[in-house]
């Protein structure tokens, strides 16, 4: 089978972010793909780049998207840069892997769907918590009827990066517009999670705050006011009947930092870990039913363990799943990966619950 060459946008050793903690060694192991090209913005970091992953390296992203070899173009950088550079890819008619969040907000993301489907490409947007295997089986465990009928669910994490300090070149995501939010980051990944499982919200309400107003740069002490709320509470019914209840908060706790258990007639399911992004989280699950007192570990399956043997826990983990799937897809004409519609239908949550939580006075 012929390898699918990959491009990926924002790949700077200098500056080490997610296309290098995770999209790098998440595609290393997958047999399926070869990395071919990396750019970055400058020419001094392209050429780290070059030694550093042993590929061509380009000093911006257009020579990169024209690259005859790059079948595939990764764009893992900041939000705010979404919507120029998949707009490029999509001119060029290349397969796109976009992270989440597709774009700032609903409106850029509606507008890249219709240009992907107007250039007849492939996509994928970065939801990979689906693919955690503690995930998948919590989601055959339920369809099994373990729990009984689902009655209620509840999830507490901690966003992380939202707190009361920030470096300089994470400031943007403290102004809401820029689409970089606890909602529509932390939260959204664990809804794409607890909805892959248990179903769509039929009914919500919604609560958001800015908590922390002020926030500190750590480089030099100074302060920016935040727009950005830092913490927000759902509380929705969904179509099974089933009440759920989802909180998230900016910063770290000292306590529990992810923590959601499933409530059934006969049974319930813990999901615990000590990361609050549910996404990049080594997730623990726990279960116990019929005259049980209390829940014990479960032995999780994971019929992929053998080939990411290099990536059993970490950042790469999840996300070398969902490219795995998006192998799998392009070869047998599925679906399954989430794609660009897809990624419309979760921005469409998101501004479903930002509206909610302004219509209670937020």
């Not at 970091?45 to 005859?68: M, R, W």
């Not at 892997?97 to 994928?124: I, S």
């Not at 909805?195 to 030099?220: F, K, M, N, W, Y």
Request: aromatic share 6%; net charge negative.
């Amino acid at each position: 089978m012929e390898k699918i060459g990959v491009g990926i946008i924002g790949a700077s050793p200098l500056n080490p972010g997610w296309a290098v903690a995770a999209h790098i060694p998440a595609l290393a192991a997958l047999p399926q793909y070869e990395i071919r090209a990396v750019s970055t913005s400058r020419r001094e970091s392209a050429e780290v780049a070059s030694k550093a992953f042993g590929v061509t390296a380009y000093d911006n992203a257009q020579d990169l998207i024209y690259d005859p070899g790059v079948d595939l173009v990764v764009v893992a950088v900041r939000v705010t840069g979404h919507y120029a550079l998949v707009s490029d890819v999509l001119r060029a008619r290349k397969m796109v892997f976009a992270e989440w969040p597709l774009g700032m907000n609903l409106a850029e993301a509606l507008d890249l769907n219709t240009k992907a489907h107007e250039a007849g490409v492939r996509t994928v947007v970065g939801l990979q918590a689906r693919f955690s295997p503690q995930v998948q089986h919590a989601r055959q465990l339920i369809a099994e009827g373990y729990i009984g009928d689902v009655l209620s669910t509840s999830l507490v994490g901690s966003a992380g990066s939202w707190s009361g300090i920030t470096r300089r070149n994470s400031s943007y995501i403290f102004d809401e517009s820029n689409g970089a939010t606890p909602l529509s980051v932390s939260m959204l990944h664990a809804l794409d999670a607890l909805t892959l499982i248990l179903g769509d919200c039929d009914e919500l309400v919604a609560a958001s705050g800015v908590r922390t107003p002020q926030v500190r740069i750590a480089e030099d002490g100074s302060l920016i006011t935040a727009t950005t709320p830092d913490q927000v509470a759902l509380c929705g019914k969904l179509k099974s009947g089933a009440i759920a209840s989802v909180f998230y908060r900016g910063g770290q706790s000292r306590g529990a930092n992810f923590y959601w258990e499933i409530n059934g007639s006969n049974g319930d399911l813990v999901l615990e870990a000590d990361l609050g992004n549910l996404q990049v989280a080594d997730l623990r699950l726990k279960g116990g039913r019929g005259t049980a007192t209390h829940v014990a570990d479960l032995i999780v399956p994971d019929p992929d363990r053998q080939l990411l043997s290099t990536l059993a826990k970490g950042m790469a983990s999840n996300v070398a799943r969902l490219y795995l799937q998006f192998a799998r897809d392009l070869k047998t004409g599925t679906h399954i990966a989430p794609d660009f519609d897809y990624a419309v239908a979760r921005h469409e949550l998101v501004d479903r619950i930002r509206r909610a939580a302004q219509d209670l006075g937020n």
